[in-house]
């Protein structure tokens, strides 16, 4: 976001024993990983990974998980709305705009697979880590992780703790966000964490064809998550529930004037064609651009040490609602303009086995299917 911010921040805690954090600044080989399905060093792991923790996310108010490309060595295709098709790792991208097409890349957030465009990008906000991994990640992830992997960890309740903290931030073009969590240790090994997430920004941009209407390039988004967690001597069961309703600007498409080859071709549809409005207005013939989802998930988590290895069953549901409009020609003409409306409802379930030895013999294995 370009121009001034001011950011505060108030924390309390009421525990001797802070939450430690899974990134040491000062000690890189000390980072901790699960793209391997166990709890290990990045240093020690042997795949290319990028890991970013939450603590960075938040410093470079980065607004949400797909934001990870600008700090990752090849990956590209960042941009501001809720599309994954132009997400490209080392060069293999999926540029399917279909409602039946997925992208090459596979996004997991808690280990649940995220799915289609529309309900695969979310709001960064109280996140543990992000880990984005580069080249085939088939056999750890499984589906359409071909490409690679990004993995969004949130954090997790901590039963011997209670803390929580808000954060406030304002900017130029109305710019405001409030983002918040508190952790209640229940006792008994019982936890509960609720986070929320509140962000508004005005529009900068102006339709010249309905000067009337919402500035373009606005942002309006709300997020919550309530996690509730058991800590036994061999078991942690985690149940999280998340609602996203992200509304954004949509992407605004402006034609270029002097690009006389095609206006030219434009004008025989209408020999009186102009594009109106200054460098930073569009002039479309869509009154408003649409970019807004609704994600709505219920995910359980059950590990179990048994010893020498780790048992978990992950049981994923979500369901997702998308609209996306938006005008390829930039011009008033009434033609190149394309849209989506989307929903789905899905579940998924997977069982794993992970050994947890430090021998020369480290195996995993997986079971997992879509009804």
């Known amino acids: 976001m370009a121009g001034a911010m001011l950011t505060g921040s108030v924390s309390t805690t009421s525990s001797a024993q802070l939450p430690t954090s899974r990134i040491d600044v000062d000690e890189p080989r000390d980072i901790i990983v699960t793209a391997q399905r166990r709890s290990e060093r990045q240093i020690d792991v042997p795949a290319a990974i990028t890991s970013l923790s939450g603590k960075g996310f938040d410093a470079a108010d980065l607004g949400d998980t797909k934001a990870v490309i600008r700090f990752t060595p090849g990956f590209s295709g ?15 991208v999926s540029n399917d705009y279909g409602l039946g097409g997925d992208p090459s890349i596979g996004i997991f957030r808690d280990g649940v697979h995220q799915g289609r465009t529309g309900s695969v990008i979310t709001t960064a906000y109280d996140l543990e ?8 990640q088939v056999f750890l992830f499984g589906r359409n992780a071909i490409s690679g992997a990004l993995a969004i960890v949130t ?11 808000v ?4 900017g ?4 405001f966000e409030v983002q918040g969590a508190y952790n209640a240790a229940l006792g008994d090994g019982w936890a509960l964490r609720a986070a929320v997430d509140r962000e508004t920004e005005r529009g900068s941009s102006q339709n010249a064809s309905f000067p009337n209407a919402k500035q373009l390039g606005s942002r309006d988004v709300a997020a919550t998550r309530v996690s509730l967690l058991h800590r036994g001597n061999d078991t942690t069961v985690r149940l ?8 954004l600007g949509g992407t605004p498409h402006r034609a270029r004037i002097n690009d006389a080859a095609v206006i030219d071709l434009l004008r025989e549809l209408n020999p009186q064609l102009e594009i109106r409005g200054g460098r930073r207005d569009v002039d479309s013939d869509l009154s408003k651009l649409r970019d807004h989802s609704r994600v709505g998930s219920l995910t359980l988590r059950i590990d179990h040490d048994a010893g020498s290895v780790t048992l978990a069953s992950l049981t994923g549901l979500r369901a997702h609602r ?5 005008d390829y020609d930039g011009t008033p003409l009434v033609i190149d303009s394309f849209g989506v409306r989307q929903h789905g409802d899905y579940a998924s379930q ?5 050994s947890t030895g430090k021998g020369p013999l480290q195996w995993a294995a997986r079971h997992f299917g879509l009804p």
Do not use: M, Q, S
């Not at 880590?129 to 085939?136: C, F, I, K, Q």
């Open 155 to 165: 954090k997790a309740p901590e039963p011997d703790a209670a803390e929580g903290y």
């Open 350 to 354: 997977e069982f794993t086995a992970v």
């Open 240 to 247: 999280t529930g998340e609602y996203d309703d992200r509304e």
């Open 129 to 136: 880590r992000v880990e984005a991994l580069r080249g085939p």
């Open 78 to 92: 960042f941009a501001e709305n809720n599309f994954v098709d132009g997400i490209a790792i080392r060069g293999i």
């Open 322 to 326: 998308y609209r996306y409009l938006e």
């Open 167 to 170: 954060t406030i931030r304002a």
């Open 172 to 175: 130029t073009r109305h710019r």
